[in-house]
């Protein structure tokens, strides 16, 4: 959702424009899922009361009730957010945080979009459910020391040092379909599985961040939530700006 929470990232690449969207940009392409979850909730949505809700209001309450069903947080979504008739491909490339960030790049990241060094900890909490290919991860359970062997060896069983990149291993080991803080737990532990998850826990300046999370579950859900909302209300389009799709995938 690189140009705020714009449903922009929705658009699909339309050949006979030469439009390139934000979903084959290199930290999207076969990552982002469930495109067809929102497709079918706006059908029923423009059959209910077509022209009303947008694709963006989908995307903000989804990933609420989304986080709830799995067990976490719940907070109230501010609706009116409008659609984006443009999507951004280079910015997708150059602004969406990398996997292989460290702190620091994390934290420049995430500040240009307005987000504290706290706040950035907490949405990177969202992490204890999803997971990750094998191509993004290899060189951290094979090269780097801030990892536990164990760990370390569980997860290569399913990552050979070559091929196979595209193999899936869980962002949280200790419960992947839970919304809980065993991500923190996780890094504590020296067992994130991606180099800028254990970034965050390195004997650098979000430790303490980290640990608190890992200690105080109920201290991560209310910081995770808050964040989600201010995230939730970047850049967005309101009143008569961008437009209210009939097809999420494609602009009016």
Request: charged share 25%; proline share 2%.
């Given at each position: 959702m690189e140009q705020g929470c714009d449903a922009s990232v929705?658009?699909?690449?339309?050949?006979?424009?030469?439009?390139?969207?934000?979903?084959?940009?290199?930290?999207?392409?076969?990552?982002?899922?469930?495109?067809?979850?929102?497709d079918s909730i706006k059908s029923k949505l423009e059959t209910a009361c077509p022209g009303v809700v947008s694709c963006a209001d989908i995307l903000a309450v989804a990933a609420r009730d989304s986080v709830a069903t799995l067990g976490g947080p719940t907070?109230?979504?501010?609706?009116?957010?409008?659609?984006?008739?443009?999507?951004?491909?280079?910015?997708?490339?150059?602004?969406?945080?990398?996997?292989?960030?460290?702190?620091?790049?994390?934290?420049?990241?995430?500040?240009?979009?307005?987000?504290?060094?706290?706040?950035?900890?907490?949405?990177?909490?969202?992490?204890?459910?999803?997971?990750?290919?094998?191509?993004?991860?290899?060189?951290?359970?094979?090269?780097?020391?801030?990892?536990?062997?164990?760990?370390?060896?569980?997860?290569?069983?399913?990552?050979p040092s070559s091929g196979g990149g595209d193999n899936l291993s869980p962002l949280d080991d200790g419960s992947p379909v839970i919304f809980d803080n065993s991500y923190f737990?996780?890094?504590?532990?020296?067992?994130?599985?991606?180099?800028?998850?254990?970034?965050?826990f390195n004997g650098g300046s979000m430790d303490s961040q980290v640990a608190t999370y890992s200690e105080n579950p109920i201290t991560f859900y209310v910081d995770f939530a808050n964040a989600m909302v201010k995230m939730g209300n970047l850049s967005v389009l309101t009143g008569t700006d961008g437009e209210i799709r009939t097809n999420c995938r494609k602009v009016n």
């Open positions: 929705l658009l699909d690449d339309d050949d006979t424009s030469n439009f390139t969207g934000e979903k084959s940009a290199a930290p999207n392409a076969n990552s982002l899922r469930g495109f067809e979850v929102i907070w109230t979504v501010e609706l009116g957010r409008r659609d984006s008739t443009t999507a951004s491909f280079s910015n997708a490339n150059t602004d969406l945080a990398s996997p292989l960030m460290n702190l620091d790049e994390l934290i420049s990241v995430f500040s240009k979009k307005g987000f504290t060094e706290k706040e950035m900890v907490a949405l990177s909490g969202s992490h204890t459910t999803g997971k990750a290919r094998c191509l993004l991860f290899r060189n951290r359970i094979y090269n780097e020391t801030n990892i536990d062997s164990e760990f370390a060896k569980s997860i290569q069983s399913n990552c737990k996780n890094l504590v532990n020296n067992k994130g599985l991606l180099h800028s998850d254990q970034a965050l």
